[in-house]
């Protein structure tokens, strides 16, 4: 059986990833797709739209064979770190054979020459790096500009490919898949129509997650309809019907700015994401924000961005202090794997995984748990507060929750 990887938020999953699936397992020729997911926070620092269990279920509806989550620890971070989270529980499942992603070429060569630059660093990139910082640049943007200056210097790279931020996180797996030294096969397919962070609509069936969640916010999910396959829309309607959705930043607003309203500047600064005294901007926006919103909005400069803001405010809701980020070993990749649901052909891949996995393969929760482990359910149970509607036991949900099994429906509108 030939498996196939993608990294996946769904945040919700609309046409585009329906697409993305459909291409993916055409160009690897895959029999079985495996998605690692992203849990109840993203990688843009924020919380999702509904839980991890009802985009496990659009995703198995609609395509995808096996949902694996990725552990929390991973989820709000830096493209680095979350790559590596993600390409690390595909490696060390120990039967994908290929992972695709999207980009803006589709060419796969080009991206793995940039990409290797990022894994060597070579000296005169470090230099382009310090000089593109000391512009007063975010770090994304002065890496992004220093692999383009280094590029520049190789008329077999087109140097243009490193100033697509729709380009940045796949360049961050293939440095995964190396730094790993993974037996994976990486491939790309092109991405169509709109862009990841692109905040609104413009073409009748294809917009980003971005846009989606901000009309669905606006104007209410039916604005969106169009723009999601008919499953997904039926099971966002499910979730806001049982009050379980929308969720965004806005429902943690007041166990936020307590936190911050506690913390001394010193406090603040022992979470991760939280340096180059962001600490004291944040602290003084709390004074006069009146929402989240407002208070990433009076703290964001050119060297904190809005994604920077939302994943440290993301650590500091989640408590991950430096020091406990150091005891989970995060750079040391993945210790465990956790299932959120399956198809029978999933059921398939896991146990042929039963015996080639690296770490241990959880659907249930064992008695000893991981320390990263324990980090995902803090980050549940937190999740669990911002409901719209109480939710009656849902901080344990974790534990009595199955894993999904479905049966793959038609897709279409």
């Given at each position: 059986?030939?498996?196939t990887?993608?990294?996946?938020?769904y945040?919700?999953?609309?046409?585009?990833?329906?697409y993305?699936?459909?291409?993916s397992?055409?160009?690897t020729?895959?029999?079985?797709?495996?998605?690692v997911?992203s849990?109840?926070?993203?990688?843009r620092?924020?919380?999702?739209?509904?839980?991890?269990?009802?985009r496990?279920?659009?995703?198995?509806?609609?395509?995808?064979?096996l949902v694996?989550?990725?552990?929390?620890a991973?989820?709000?971070?830096?493209?680095?770190?979350?790559?590596?989270?993600?390409?690390?529980?595909?490696?060390?499942?120990?039967?994908?054979?290929?992972?695709?992603?999207?980009?803006?070429?589709g060419?796969?060569r080009?991206?793995q020459?940039?990409?290797?630059?990022?894994?060597e660093e070579?000296?005169?990139?470090k230099t382009?790096?310090?000089?593109e910082?000391?512009?007063?640049?975010?770090?994304?943007?002065?890496?992004?500009d220093?692999?383009?200056?280094?590029?520049?210097?190789?008329?077999?790279?087109?140097?243009?490919?490193?100033?697509?931020?729709?380009?940045?996180?796949g360049?961050?797996?293939?440095?995964?898949l190396?730094?790993l030294?993974?037996?994976?096969?990486?491939?790309?397919?092109?991405?169509?129509?709109?862009?990841?962070?692109?905040?609104?609509?413009?073409?009748?069936?294809i917009?980003?997650?971005t846009?989606?969640?901000?009309?669905t916010?606006e104007t209410?999910?039916?604005?969106?309809?169009?723009?999601?396959?008919?499953?997904?829309y039926r099971?966002?309607q499910?979730?806001?019907?049982?009050?379980?959705g929308?969720l965004?930043?806005?429902?943690?607003?007041?166990?936020?700015?307590?936190?911050?309203?506690?913390?001394t500047?010193?406090?603040l600064?022992e979470?991760?994401?939280?340096d180059?005294?962001?600490?004291?901007r944040?602290?003084?926006a709390?004074?006069r924000?009146?929402?989240?919103?407002?208070?990433?909005?009076?703290?964001?400069?050119?060297?904190?961005?809005?994604?920077?803001?939302?994943r440290a405010?993301?650590?500091?809701?989640l408590?991950?202090?430096?020091?406990?980020q150091e005891a989970?070993?995060?750079?040391?990749?993945?210790?465990?794997?956790r299932?959120l649901?399956?198809?029978?052909?999933?059921?398939?891949?896991?146990?042929a995984?039963s015996?080639r996995?690296?770490?241990?393969?959880?659907?249930?929760l064992?008695?000893?748990k991981p320390?990263m482990?324990?980090f995902?359910?803090?980050a549940?149970?937190l999740?669990?507060?911002?409901?719209?509607?109480?939710q009656p036991?849902?901080?344990?949900?974790?534990?009595?929750?199955?894993?999904?099994?479905?049966?793959p429906?038609?897709?279409?509108?």
């Amino acid at each position: 059986m030939k498996v196939t990887g993608v990294v996946v938020e769904y945040n919700p999953m609309h046409n585009g990833h329906l697409y993305h699936l459909e291409q993916s397992r055409a160009a690897t020729e895959a029999d079985a797709i495996v998605a690692v997911m992203s849990g109840h926070f993203l990688q843009r620092g924020e919380p999702a739209l509904v839980n991890k269990w009802a985009r496990t279920k659009m995703a198995l509806l609609q395509g995808a064979d096996l949902v694996l989550e990725l552990p929390a620890a991973y989820s709000a971070q830096s493209a680095a770190l979350f790559a590596l989270g993600s390409i690390g529980v595909l490696d060390r499942l120990g039967v994908v054979d290929s992972v695709c992603f999207g980009s803006e070429s589709g060419d796969i060569r080009s991206l793995q020459a940039l990409s290797n630059i990022l894994v060597e660093e070579p000296p005169l990139f470090k230099t382009f790096l310090r000089e593109e910082l000391q512009k007063g640049h975010s770090y994304p943007r002065a890496a992004s500009d220093a692999l383009a200056r280094y590029a520049d210097l190789d008329p077999l790279i087109d140097s243009a490919l490193a100033k697509m931020p729709n380009n940045m996180l796949g360049l961050e797996y293939l440095a995964a898949l190396r730094k790993l030294g993974s037996r994976i096969e990486p491939a790309t397919i092109t991405r169509i129509a709109a862009g990841y962070n692109q905040q609104t609509i413009t073409h009748p069936s294809i917009a980003s997650a971005t846009a989606i969640r901000k009309a669905t916010f606006e104007t209410g999910i039916e604005t969106a309809e169009n723009l999601l396959p008919a499953l997904s829309y039926r099971v966002l309607q499910e979730e806001f019907a049982a009050g379980r959705g929308p969720l965004s930043w806005e429902n943690y607003h007041q166990a936020l700015f307590t936190l911050l309203h506690r913390a001394t500047p010193e406090q603040l600064r022992e979470y991760v994401g939280v340096d180059e005294g962001l600490e004291h901007r944040l602290l003084e926006a709390a004074l006069r924000a009146a929402t989240v919103q407002e208070l990433i909005r009076l703290t964001k400069t050119k060297r904190y961005t809005w994604t920077k803001i939302q994943r440290a405010l993301t650590q500091v809701l989640l408590g991950l202090t430096r020091s406990e980020q150091e005891a989970l070993a995060v750079h040391d990749g993945p210790s465990y794997i956790r299932v959120l649901g399956f198809t029978l052909r999933g059921q398939a891949v896991l146990k042929a995984a039963s015996s080639r996995a690296s770490v241990p393969i959880l659907t249930k929760l064992p008695k000893e748990k991981p320390k990263m482990l324990e980090f995902d359910l803090r980050a549940s149970r937190l999740y669990a507060q911002g409901y719209p509607t109480r939710q009656p036991g849902a901080e344990l949900w974790d534990i009595t929750r199955p894993v999904l099994i479905e049966a793959p429906q038609s897709a279409t509108r």
